[in-house]
């Protein structure tokens, strides 16, 4: 562990979240430690950490300086090279409210990364064999990955990202789930953002395919945000998956953080999909980014008025070269240069399966909503009987988790989100 | 000379007895009421001393002094208009026989007309407990004050047939003469109509029929088990999906009040000044005060120590139409009337208790900008918000509304084609017959009031079917509250079905209305 005095930093304990490092790893234990405090400093970011680096050599070193009298100071004049990559200062320096930041952190290294070991984090940094060689392609990658699960998951022969509006519509909630499940399905993995709507969609039915998937959030691991995602999180690490932040534990979610998160996002995955996009919404930021990054760029098209849509439209207008259409599912598998994997997805038989699993009445009721019935009016239409008993049923599948609704119109949830229509469509109805 | 009248007033819901003295006597000219009158009553000098002259008699220009004992009695309104105008001709010698032991109730006009009074009712009920007998009252209010038993009740239109009636010493002529005096008679119509406009009853509306009501299978469900059972029903849905038409059909689906209950009913519109009141009110009141309702308006209070709302729905429904508009503090104090059935109102120097057990109906929009769960147009709130707005119904208030239901809205196919659904007619006796059920088993009261023991008593369940709350109260993230709630619910379910006993199915469907916030989490957590 580092203990940090007025000579600096000094090695004394074993490093926190050490994981084998790689034989190519210049940064040795307390290198990476100097590494996961700097990088949890408030508004230091990748070009002004590179700039650190490259007049210091090292974390440790820069950390030596920040906790000498006059060192702050010494920091502040740091030049920032080139600030064409987006972070322009006019005084083209690390400023000085960064320094003293610096300084601050030097002093709390040690809380600060007994705050990491006690949250469980593995550090990756971008000297690590094991940083993912897709984000570490990108411009102005993060140096220091703070990862909550298994870093192996961002590593997946294939990845792609789906993203989405949080205001998602239950069409649009569904889509993203079968998208992810079918990925899952072909072994590629789901990267997004864990907000509600679109993102915790694709997360969930992800997990719910026994695959992995990758969160990239948009504050420190400390922040459990949003609060209504603390079990999907869970879930997503238990299934193999991680969590990932380039914040500090405790750096809260703020306008600013999200953006950049998106990057990230787009960096870790070969394509990026939006499901459903209003205008201005920040999952075409994150499109915005794929293509920037040379990533492919999918947007799922709405109907013509359709708000949740509408940014996705527009954005498939404004760059007719680079953004793609989904035309369908098979046909983004296959864009994607995935067909060659299609083997058996085998999911919606799982779904059958669970459907004859909770009972008749579940079962049927449970069906009916994967054919797109929404309200109980509908679902007593398509049964014929009497709404008591198709209440009944329901709450027997809102208790399993595999339907959840709210304001009264309900949608297929747990093992029944990918659910394909087509294929129940053939079973033959059966009265309860 | 000195004359004594008895007379009444009104305080809270109660009548009270008053001894009306006039003393008339030498001296500089001056009327002087004593006896803790409020404003009100301190104006009747002048009501009084026109009504005299107006009907053709005298204004003694002597020393008058009202006394109006009991003397620490705070007393307000006009009711004692009458016995002062006819004390003083007593007092004065005009009218030489007594009033023995006849009492006069009656506000008065200028013109000398007797005007009815709010409180008819429950004023002439004081007096048959005290053992007057008979009573004179404006002719409008016979049949009101008709509804004492034992009462001698004579009705009369103007002081000088109220002199009429002192003079005979007995009930001379029968109430709803169609005499009336001409030179009065277009002044008092326009009188009879501004009091009309002015204490109308809120729900003047016309009750729609439940056929009424399209589609929204869930929402009538829901509303057959909360009249059925008693229970607090909350219905959540887009402007326009009909929560405000499928509440306004409940008087039409309750059964009539029994006798106890009319009787308070019946009294409450009285002294809220509804009256005159004709008959006893067998129709169970349905109440809903605008979201803007003041604190002292829905809880009862004010000067005269009036009803509220909450009193006025007292047998009958209480609907909060955009609850999260209300006044958290008008909110706040439903609580002690929701647990005790009766609301305690102090002011300085008086308290009275009012009754309120009502049943509590509300409806709200899912999330401010109304548009949440609708298909054809997606919300517009920020993120979170339609959740915080859903939380607004909070604490004591959420634990008494044991039904949350749905409303979105229906598809135009719905409300133009199809058979007709069951109206009130079919639905009505089925409510009517749970409730004799439920009422019938101990403790005999409607299920949305048991806890504990008698809940778990009334609900009997066997072992495979306690398995069944256990594994559903999951869905309530397991808190005792929604325990209860799941099983209050399951057994007026029960009750409608006929079954003496709670079954699975019925703990299913019971455990399906639960507050809207817990779905509303599992959703964004799935």
């Known amino acids: 562990m580092l203990g940090v005095g007025s000579t600096g930093p000094v090695a004394t304990d074993a490093p926190v979240g050490s994981r084998q490092p790689s034989s190519r790893s210049v940064a040795a234990a307390d290198e990476r430690d100097a590494w996961a405090v700097l990088a949890g400093v408030r508004g230091l970011g990748p070009v002004g950490f590179g700039a650190l680096l490259s007049r210091y050599g090292s974390g440790l070193a820069i950390l030596r300086e920040a906790t000498t009298p006059d060192g702050p100071a010494r920091l502040a004049g740091t030049p920032l090279g080139d600030v064409d990559t987006g972070e322009a200062r006019r005084d083209r320096g690390v400023a000085h409210a960064v320094a003293t930041a610096i300084a601050e952190a030097a002093q709390n290294a040690g809380a600060t990364l007994e705050r990491i070991r006690r949250l469980g984090l593995v550090i990756v940094t971008i000297e690590d064999a094991d940083y993912p060689a ?184 404004e760059f007719p070269h680079g953004a793609r259409i989904v035309a369908g599912i098979p046909q983004l598998i296959d864009d994607l240069g995935l067909a060659d994997h299609l083997a058996e997805p085998g999911v919606p038989s799982e779904a059958a399966a669970t459907l004859s699993d909770v009972g008749e009445a579940p079962g049927r009721i449970g069906r009916e909503l994967v054919l797109g019935r929404a309200t109980v009016d509908e679902l007593v239409a398509a049964t014929g009987w009497p709404v008591a008993s198709v209440l009944a049923a329901l709450t027997l599948l809102e208790r399993r988790g595999l339907a959840v609704g709210v304001h009264g119109r309900f949608r297929p949830a747990g093992d029944l989100v990918f659910a394909d229509p087509a294929k129940l469509r053939q079973r033959p109805r059966r009265r309860p | 000379m000195l004359a004594i009248v008895p007379s009444a007033t009104l305080h809270g819901l109660d009548g009270r007895l008053v001894r009306v003295e006039v003393d008339v006597a030498p001296g500089l000219p001056g009327f002087t009421i004593v006896g803790l009158a409020d404003t009100a009553l301190q104006e009747a000098r002048e009501r009084v001393r026109g009504a005299l002259r107006n009907a053709g008699f005298q204004y003694p220009p002597r020393r008058i002094t009202v006394n109006l004992a009991p003397a620490d009695l705070r007393k307000g309104g006009a009711s004692l208009d009458l016995a002062m105008a006819l004390g003083i001709l007593l007092g004065s010698e005009q009218v030489r026989a007594g009033p023995g032991r006849t009492a006069f109730i009656g506000e008065l006009s200028l013109g000398g007309e007797v005007r009815s009074v709010p409180g008819v009712l429950p004023m002439v009920a004081v007096l048959a407990r005290r053992g007057l007998r008979r009573v004179v009252v404006a002719a409008a209010a016979v049949d009101e004050a008709r509804l004492v038993e034992g009462m001698d009740v004579s009705g009369v239109e103007t002081l000088g047939e109220a002199v009429d009636q002192i003079r005979a010493g007995r009930r001379r002529r029968d109430v709803a003469s169609p005499r009336r005096i001409e030179l009065f008679d277009a002044r008092a119509k326009g009188s009879d109509v501004s009091r009309g406009s002015a204490r109308e009853a809120p729900d003047g509306r016309p009750t729609p029929d439940l056929s009424e009501v399209r589609g929204q299978l869930e929402a009538r469900r829901g509303l057959e088990i909360a009249l059925a059972g008693g229970h607090g029903l909350l219905l959540i849905g887009p402007p326009g999906s009909g929560k405000t038409l499928l509440a306004r059909t409940i008087p039409g689906l309750l059964p009539p009040l029994d006798d106890a209950a009319a009787l308070t009913v019946t009294v409450v519109a009285s002294a809220a000044g509804e009256g005159p009141l004709s008959e006893l009110r067998r129709r169970p009141p349905f109440r809903s005060p605008h979201h803007t309702v003041s604190y002292a308006a829905m809880v009862g209070g004010g000067p005269h120590l009036s009803p509220g709302e909450i009193t006025l729905a007292d047998q009958g429904v209480l609907f909060l139409d955009e609850l999260p508009e209300f006044a958290r503090d008008v909110l706040e104090a439903l609580r002690q009337p929701m647990e005790d059935g009766r609301v305690a109102i102090a002011r300085a120097g008086r308290a009275t208790t009012f009754p309120a057990r009502f049943q509590l109906v509300a409806a709200m929009n899912p999330c401010p900008c109304g548009f949440a769960g609708t298909s054809e147009r997606p919300c517009a709130c920020p993120p979170r918000v339609p959740e915080r707005y859903q939380r607004r119904v909070s604490g004591p208030l959420r634990d008494r509304l044991d039904l949350w239901i749905a409303m979105p809205r229906v598809a135009p196919l719905a409300i133009v084609g199809g058979s007709d659904p069951e109206g009130s007619a079919v639905v009505g006796p089925r409510i009517a017959a749970a409730r004799k059920v439920a009422t019938g088993r101990p403790p005999g009261t409607l299920n949305a009031r048991l806890t504990g023991r008698t809940l778990r008593a009334a609900c009997n369940l066997t072992r495979a079917v306690q398995h069944r709350v256990v594994h559903l109260a999951e869905l309530e993230r397991a808190s005792g509250r929604g325990t209860e709630r799941i099983l209050r619910v399951a057994r007026t379910i029960a009750d409608l079905a006929g079954d003496g006993t709670v079954r699975e199915d019925h703990l299913d469907e019971a455990a399906w209305y639960r507050p809207a916030d817990i779905r509303l989490a599992a959703a964004e957590a799935g």
């Open chain 1, 134 to 317: 897709r984000l570490a392609a990108i411009e102005m990658p993060p140096h220091v990955l703070y990862v909550l699960g298994d870093p192996a998951s961002m590593h997946a022969r294939s990845a792609v990202a789906i993203v989405g509006t949080r205001r998602a519509t239950d069409a649009g909630r569904a889509i993203a789930a079968r998208i992810a499940a079918d990925l899952v399905a072909l072994g590629a993995s789901v990267v997004s953002g864990l907000a509600v709507g679109i993102d915790g969609a694709a997360h969930a039915a992800a997990v719910r395919a026994h695959g992995t998937t990758v969160a990239v959030i948009g504050s420190g691991h400390g922040i459990v945000h949003p609060r209504a995602h603390s079990r999907l999180a869970a879930s997503i690490v238990e299934a193999g998956g991680a969590i990932v932040s380039e914040l500090g534990p405790d750096v809260e979610p703020s306008r600013g953080t999200f953006p950049r998160r998106n990057r990230i996002i787009s960096g870790l995955a070969d394509a990026t999909v939006v499901v459903e996009a209003p205008a201005r919404s920040g999952a075409l930021i994150t499109a915005s980014w794929a293509l920037e990054q040379g990533r492919e760029c999918f947007l799922v098209p709405g109907a013509l008025g359709a708000p949740a849509s509408a940014g996705c439209l527009s954005f498939l207008r």
